[in-house]
Every structure is written in C-alpha cells, then in structure tokens.
C-alpha cells in the first residue's frame, strides 16, 4: 500500500518537473555586489554573489512567437534583477532577449541607473554561443560599489557540476505563467522574467 502510494505521489509530481526539467540547457544569469570604503578600499558589507537559471524548454522558448517586421519589435523576453535589501547607489539590472529577421538571437543587458557606460549588447546564431559580462563602479564618497553582472548558456551537464540555483517565476505575453519559480525569499537578489510583444 505504501508503494502504491509513492508511486502515485510520485507519478503526480512528474508533469510539474518535467515542465523544467526536460532541457539540454540553460540561460544563467549571475549578479556581484562587492561595497567598499573609498579611503582604503576595504569591504565594508559582505559580498553578494547570486545566479539564477531559466530552463531552455521548448515551451519556453514557443513563447518567442513573432519576428521583429516593419511594425513590431515582435516578441521579446525581459529578465529584470534588484537587490532585496537595495543600498544607495545599488543599481538594478536588466536583460532582453529577441529573435531577430534573420533567426539569430540579439541580448542586450543594462544596469540602472542608466547610461550609456553600463549598456552591453550581442547578436548570436545560437542561445550556446551566449556569454557576455560588464562590470562599473558606482562611488559616493566615503563608500563605493563594485557590481557586475552576466548572462551565459550552460548545458544540463554544466548545471550538474555547478550545484543548486533557483528558478525565477516566468510569465508569457498574456501574463499567465510559464514558471512558478523557486522561492527567492532568502537570496539577496531577486529576479523575475516575462515576455513581451512589442
């Protein structure tokens, strides 16, 4: 009786793993926070290191479901992080991923406060080829920040080796969503996604 019972508790659960589970790979993206004191460039509050994962299922990735044409930007997917407990000068970040005309894939990614030292973009044929980086400094004197901030793709086989990293909630254009996401209430960083037509 007990096995028939953990097979079926089992046999429940797989439709809700599989939604994130069945994918050779994943977008990551990782965010780093180092504060220190201007006059002697020592830490004054720990570091923040957090990377989040976003699953490259085939349901995710029907949600692009137009190209860019002559009245659309068509359909994009935006990725927006900010610090739980946000400090003065802490920026929020930003990642947005589109098909192009030509079926390559175009990410661009900015920090905010916004401008044009802190913006970075990329076209790629394949989501496999994604790794990009940027770092800035944000100084108000006595204190100052270090923050950096990626996007990059890693296989099944990667995230085996790297260990835990939590799923962000994702929703589609029409805002139902697309994934439930971990809970973030314990990570210093939270993320969330969405597509959008534009």
């Given at each position: ?90 920026p929020g970040f930003a ?104």
């Open positions: 009786m007990k096995t028939l019972l953990l097979a079926f508790a089992v046999s429940a659960l797989l439709p809700l793993l599989g939604s994130a589970a069945d994918t050779d790979g994943f977008l990551v993206f990782t965010i780093e926070r180092f504060a220190y004191s201007a006059k002697d460039g020592k830490s004054t509050e720990r570091e923040i290191k957090q990377s989040f994962k976003i699953p490259l299922t085939q349901e995710f990735l029907s949600n692009f479901k137009n190209f860019p044409n002559q009245n659309s930007q068509g359909t994009g997917f935006c990725c927006g992080a900010h610090f739980q407990s946000a400090q003065k000068w802490d990642w947005w991923l589109e098909r192009t005309t030509d079926h390559r894939w175009y990410i661009h990614m900015w920090a905010n406060p916004r401008n044009p030292s802190t913006t970075q973009s990329v076209t790629i044929k394949n989501l496999e080829d994604l790794e990009m980086s940027y770092q800035d400094s944000y100084v108000n004197i006595p204190n100052g920040v270090n923050v950096s901030f990626s996007a990059k793709y890693m296989s099944a086989e990667e995230m085996e080796k790297h260990g835990p990293m939590p799923i962000p909630q994702v929703k589609k254009a029409d805002r139902s969503v697309l994934f439930h996401g971990d809970s973030l209430t314990n990570c210093p960083i939270v993320l969330s996604g969405v597509f959008q037509e534009n």
